[in-house]
């Protein structure tokens, strides 16, 4: 069996090591022959590098392994690049968060103001990478769930159409192993779904066992009491993110037939969230304060001691989608995965230009993307609001265009006006002026 070698773009993520833990997993599905690790901060890095080293030595010592912030060491002779890359890091996903709650305007990490002003970021961080690729591995695929995945999606298609880059997002696999849990499944995978939408933007239209019988009446009556928050409690779950969860009952109440991801809440009810939100303390603050210092602290003492039992890391599960994807591509397995591709039909009577997420068909050759039929006017009109936000603020990047990223935040269902868009977007400009284009 062939053996592949992968780099992880953003080697000093927090989430490194729960992907090296996942690789190992899965190695008899998706055997691999090298790990490299690539990040532009190589102090970072090296603190998880380290760590993942001897796991590595202790589970896999045939894979050859090395970290490095030189692209030609890291790109060259790759079968895959899986990347995951936070341009500004957490300190600027603070600023995203906190810029708008100033302003009376939610402050999200992917959504309104603060996930353009995130978008704006990655797009060259993510575009980089690609080139890299093409570059030194031009055989290669990459795997990317660098967010805000919407805005690089429409990123790569205008500027890189030709690219082997598949954006993909884990978040609709947490639901749907909720909704797997509530319909008394042991995994997702015993389910097959219909879903269209865009990134953090979609509605599911069938849920069915694989023998076909349809799971949505089950579903359907625990969400509208519960929304996804199984009767049987699984892991334990931060206070923000259980909120996100109950509120789905609200979200789908707008329209019973079909069953949403939890992102709308922010587009459907951004004065809730307001209202639930602490503008001096947000999620950033909460991810500084516990998940990157667990996992750094965890990488220390294993590095300290030599062995990897002196440190707790968490095996990433959402991140098994990537591996689902790379087997699918490496060995033509066809699985049925939702991805963001080009529309091209595949709703009907949308935009056949615009990023979509739909469940596509995936072998050697990439995606095939299944025909999601005509949608209905409520989730049309939405996504082409959020769509003409999302093409917006690439073409202001592309243009460095003041103008067309005050009328991108104007456009977001999360922003009440274009005199508040316009404060938002100067407090915003300062933040990122290491990081953005410089608008005119």
């Not at 780099?7 to 997993?25: K, R």
């Not at 042991?186 to 990134?199: A, P, Q, T």
């Not at 087997?327 to 009907?348: H, K, Y």
Request: hydrophobic share 40%; glycine share 6%.
């Amino acid at each position: 069996m062939k053996k592949f070698s992968v780099v992880i773009a953003g080697g000093g993520s927090t989430f490194t090591p729960g992907i090296i833990l996942m690789l190992l997993e899965n190695l008899k599905r998706f055997p691999l022959r090298a790990i490299k690790f690539y990040d532009n901060d190589a102090e970072r890095q090296e603190i998880i590098a380290k760590a993942c080293e001897i796991i590595l030595t202790e589970k896999a010592p045939e894979i050859e392994f090395c970290y490095t912030t030189d692209p030609k060491t890291a790109f060259t002779d790759v079968d895959f690049v899986m990347a995951h890359i936070r341009v500004g890091k957490y300190p600027m996903r603070e600023k995203d968060e906190k810029i708008p709650l100033r302003h009376g305007v939610l402050g999200q990490e992917t959504c309104g103001p603060g996930g353009i002003a995130y978008g704006m970021r990655s797009i060259g961080g993510v575009l980089e990478l690609v080139e890299y690729m093409e570059k030194y591995s031009p055989n290669a695929w990459m795997l990317n769930y660098s967010n805000p995945a919407a805005i690089v999606a429409e990123a790569t298609r205008r500027l890189k159409p030709n690219a082997k880059i598949l954006n993909i997002c884990d978040m609709p696999i947490g639901i749907e192993s909720r909704m797997a849990q509530i319909a008394g499944l042991k995994s997702r995978k015993e389910m097959r779904v219909r879903y269209y939408g865009l990134n953090h933007f979609g509605w599911w239209t069938q849920v069915e066992d694989l023998q076909g019988n349809d799971l949505l009446p089950v579903i359907r009556k625990h969400v509208a009491e519960h929304g996804y928050i199984p009767k049987v409690a699984g892991e334990p779950v931060e206070a923000s993110w259980n909120d996100t969860f109950g509120k789905a009952k609200d979200v789908w109440a707008l329209d019973p037939s079909t069953m949403p991801n939890t992102y709308l809440k922010y587009y459907l009810f951004p004065d809730y969230v307001v209202a639930h939100s602490d503008p001096h303390h947000t999620r950033a603050n909460e991810v500084m304060e516990h998940r990157e210092k667990n996992v750094f602290s965890a990488c220390r003492a294993i590095t300290s001691a030599g062995k990897s039992s002196a440190g707790h890391l968490e095996i990433d599960e959402h991140a098994s989608y990537i591996v689902d994807l790379a087997t699918a591509i490496a060995f033509n397995t066809q699985e049925r995965m939702l991805l963001i591709v080009p529309n091209n039909g595949s709703i009907i009577n949308f935009d056949p230009e615009a990023m979509v997420e739909i469940p596509c068909i995936v072998g050697s050759h990439g995606p095939e993307p299944l025909v999601m039929g005509k949608i209905p006017l409520f989730q049309k009109g939405m996504m082409s609001q959020q769509v003409a936000v999302e093409k917006l603020v690439v073409e202001a990047w592309i243009e460095k265009s003041y103008l067309k990223l005050w009328q991108a935040i104007t456009m977001s269902k999360t922003v009440p006006s274009a005199t508040v868009a316009k404060a938002i977007l100067d407090d915003l400009i300062e933040v990122n002026k290491d990081y953005w284009p410089e608008l005119k």
